[in-house]
């Protein structure tokens, strides 16, 4: 099976655009979660979306957006780029909805995305 | 709510000699908890997961971590450390309810000696 792929790895940007990220999961995974990694504030959770809906979202600006396609692919949005937003987004699979059973997220490479 | 503490943000450990990663955890509902391994230009990997039944729990890589919930821990550890278990390492921690977020910690990355 072929594993979480992410589009595109790295991206630079220039403050005040905004940038769109994709995230495809694994085949047969309704399950898409967003996470933002920083050496400072280590990994944290965007947003979850389940079968076109989002289920979870954690605490990002509004800048942040995303959404889930019928065939479960993903995309994030962040409008007007601030130099914070500097960053490893991470996009993580799972069959069934993540938090709270046993079921394993399956995490891509990430797209490196620098805000200049 | 969730929270996770992961001790020490660098850990140095000399090639085959024991590794401890630490966590602590806290958690208002039994706890699910899980060690991640991310390695340079990659995303994170499941090392193990606890959610309920045996309190050691076995993962890949020689890697095994143990449940005490009287101390709020899940430290992670392997016998004999390799050049190859370089990487950073992720605890984390989620509730018992569907829609509960998985709660990273900072992350320690480990440092293998020659």
């Known amino acids: 099976k072929a594993g979480v792929t992410q589009t595109p790895r790295y991206l630079i940007k220039t403050r005040g655009q905004q940038v769109t990220l994709s995230c495809s999961p694994i085949s047969g995974h309704r399950s898409v979660s967003w996470y933002q990694q920083t050496p400072g504030q280590g990994l944290q959770f965007l947003f979850e979306y389940f079968s076109e809906t989002q289920r979870n979202k954690g605490n990002f600006p509004g800048r942040f957006s995303g959404r889930q396609f019928s065939n479960s692919r993903s995309e994030m949005n962040v409008s007007t780029l601030e130099l914070g937003d500097s960053a490893l987004y991470l996009c993580a699979s799972s069959f069934g909805l993540a938090g709270g059973t046993s079921r394993t997220q399956y995490f891509g490479p990430g797209t490196r995305l620098l805000v200049l | 709510a969730q929270s996770v503490t992961q001790l020490g943000s660098h850990v140095s450990v000399s090639e085959g000699a024991l590794v401890l990663l630490r966590c602590n955890y806290s958690s208002s509902v039994p706890p699910y908890l899980f060690w991640y391994v991310q390695y340079p230009n990659q995303g994170l990997q499941l090392l193990l997961k606890y959610t309920t039944g045996a309190t050691l729990v076995k993962g890949i890589n020689g890697f095994e971590a143990e449940f005490k919930k009287s101390e709020t821990s899940f430290h992670l550890t392997k016998p004999s450390a390799h050049m190859s278990d370089a990487a950073e390492y992720f605890c984390?921690?989620?509730?018992?309810?569907?829609?509960?977020?998985?709660?990273f910690g900072k992350g320690t990355r480990l440092h293998i000696l020659p």
């Open positions: 984390a921690v989620s509730g018992g309810n569907r829609d509960d977020k998985i709660i």
